[in-house]
């Protein structure tokens, strides 16, 4: 039973790192160790009581309460530490190799030098927590309902950062980075966060194990130990509290610690050897025909929002002439300009005149010059078309105005501040929001969760919110699904409102991430070719956005192929070719320009 508890406690931290955030821990027996270990040094006394035959740091007699947060804060912290050093730029594929490697060097590290926790020997008689208990039976039975205790208490801190709004937020970092970022997130400091609590959890498992057992040694904690982790996971189903905690009871209580139980059949270690085989299986088995696991990862579903007086449906082509239709497309507008007005930000104490002023910048891949010594201006309360052929670096040039690549020179001014160095999710923060080419979606959420997440400042999402619980940011999350539902009711979705992003089509995506980016609040946003796949019933409502926004005084950067748009929308047209500005100024008026004409049909 203490044995399926601790394992449960550290289901439960790494489920939140990689079952929820999708950090892909393989060192995460290292902070199981680092917890038994440093309650072990603390607590067992000078090594020279073993006259030579230990040897350890720190050898102290710190009472058992202090050594267990001791140990806890202590594995917490090495979480972070690993997670500073070596998670902050790699791939997702290249963070779990530099992990797996970072818990053979530990484990190696410890058993090679005997003066640290005397090697591969391993440390002994570490003390009992309760020790104080003088019945044996007792002080077990003691221990059982401790670790219980323990287990009710890492449920229930994990709860606070899985569900609610926290919860939404890790699982955005999970299903899309850039989407993230582009939406505020920190990436950085989410997955700290979780690598801390998730490694902290780890050091309080290895501590209430090793203060049962009494002993520790590097045979405890190899990789193939965060391999029966991740398994209890895929088979439970990832992201679910219960489901890790029915695969921690299947598979490392009933096939890894029950096989003891079961009569000898050969050698003595047969049985257990077969546990294994047994686990890895169905580890392949749950990948291959149920990844979601036994019991997979819940959505939250949310009450129906407000119903516009007449759906209209948008994916339809309207009957042209039609009186009705008219009236229904002028009354969906004017709800539109509403929803897009309530939350336009408009303050007539600022002084800038131009919300971005992108000067000299200028960016090379390979040698080849994808923007070159572009400079432009975007007008506040305006919607400026950037158009040119492909490959003439409008895309390159939204990523560098919206902080997803680094210029090699020049610098970008937005809302009278220099951004040049500003990281993107902080851009987006502060109101400069991007759309993509290619669609990105948080696949796993569904369409209304999509929208929730993508809110300015909740107060749910902070470490404070989540600890606090539902009481503390429930009316700010009323007010965000209230304004979530008109978005999908303009848009006509509604009906798609609990349907996982992943499964719809492209069109419907690319609204989403235009209904995503008006849940932002933008002072400017950067529409990367917004219109298309979409219908043309759905590229009015687009459009008709884009004029709200614009009467709400927010600014719109429009990279667009289709021209006819452009020309309704825009009252200034930035023209690139090969990386360079070729031309700007009204898009009936560059028609007839011959330099725009040879970079479209001859350049």
């Not at 919300?355 to 040698?367: D, K």
Request: glycine share 12%; aromatic share 6%; net charge neutral.
């Amino acid at each position: 039973m203490v044995y399926i508890g601790t394992d449960l406690i550290a289901a439960w931290g790494l489920n939140l790192e990689f079952g929820v955030t999708g950090i892909p821990n393989l060192a995460f027996i290292v902070f199981v160790a680092c917890g038994a270990y440093t309650y072990a040094v603390l607590t067992v006394g000078p090594a020279a009581q073993f006259g030579g035959a230990e040897t350890y740091i720190i050898g102290g007699h710190v009472p058992a309460f202090f050594a267990i947060v001791i140990a806890v804060i202590v594995s917490g912290l090495l979480g972070v530490l690993i997670g500073l050093t070596g998670l902050r730029r790699l791939r997702l594929d290249y963070q779990a190799l530099t992990l797996l490697i970072i818990s053979f060097v530990a484990s190696g590290i410890v058993g090679a030098d005997s003066n640290i926790f005397n090697g591969l020997d391993g440390m002994s008689l570490i003390p009992d927590p309760l020790q104080f208990v003088s019945s044996q039976s007792g002080r077990a039975w003691l221990y059982v309902g401790v670790v219980a205790a323990m287990c009710v208490f890492s449920v229930l801190l994990v709860r606070r950062f899985t569900g609610g709004p926290m919860g939404r937020a890790l699982r955005a970092v999970r299903d899309d980075e850039e989407a993230a970022i582009a939406i505020g997130k920190s990436i950085l400091g989410l997955r700290l966060l979780v690598q801390g609590i998730g490694a902290a959890l780890a050091g309080l498992s290895g501590v209430l194990l090793v203060g049962f057992i009494g002993g520790w040694s590097p045979s405890a904690w190899q990789y193939v130990e965060t391999l029966a982790l991740l398994t209890a996971l895929i088979v439970g189903g990832r992201g679910s509290n219960l489901g890790a905690l029915i695969g921690t009871v299947l598979l490392l209580g009933a096939f890894l610690q029950g096989v003891q139980y079961l009569p000898t059949i050969g050698r003595p270690d047969l049985i257990f050897d077969l546990g294994w085989v047994v686990v890895g299986g169905l580890t392949i088995a749950f990948l291959f025909l149920r990844p979601q696991g036994i019991l997979p990862e819940r959505r939250p579903r949310y009450a129906s929002g407000p119903q516009l007086d007449e759906p209209a449906a948008a994916t339809t082509e309207p009957a042209a002439g039609s009186a009705g239709d008219d009236d229904r497309r002028a009354r969906r507008q004017a709800a539109l300009s509403a929803v897009v007005a309530a939350e336009a930000r408009r303050d007539p104490a600022e002084s800038y005149e131009d919300v971005l002023v992108v000067e000299g910048i200028a960016r090379s891949f390979g040698g080849v010059h994808a923007v070159a010594d572009a400079t432009f201006t975007v007008p506040r309360g305006a919607i400026v078309g950037l158009i040119g052929p492909n490959g003439a670096g409008k895309s390159t040039a939204l990523g560098i105005i919206s902080g997803f690549i680094t210029p090699e020179s020049g610098r970008v001014t937005f809302a009278g501040r220099d951004v040049t160095g500003v990281p993107a999710n902080r851009r987006a923060r502060q109101g400069l929001v991007r759309t993509f080419q290619l669609t990105h979606e948080f696949s796993r959420l569904t369409l209304l969760e999509n929208l929730l997440v993508a809110a300015r400042r909740h107060r749910g999402e902070t470490v404070l919110g989540a600890l606090a619980g539902r009481r503390y940011w429930h009316a700010e999350e009323r007010v965000n699904l209230e304004r979530a539902h008109q978005l999908l009711e303009l848009f006509s979705v509604s009906h798609q409102a609990n349907k996982l992003a992943g499964t719809l089509s492209g069109g419907q995506k690319r609204m989403l991430e235009l209904m995503r980016a008006l849940m932002l609040d933008p002072k400017l946003l950067l529409l990367d070719e917004p219109m298309a796949g979409l219908s043309h019933a759905v590229s009015e409502l687009v459009e008709q956005a884009c004029l709200s926004l614009r009467d709400a005084g927010v600014a719109v950067l429009l990279v667009e192929h289709e021209l006819a748009a452009v020309e309704r929308l825009c009252s200034n047209v930035v023209v690139m070719a090969q990386g360079t500005v070729l031309i700007e100024g009204e898009m009936a008026a560059l028609r007839r320009s011959k330099e725009v004409q040879e970079a479209y049909f001859v350049g």
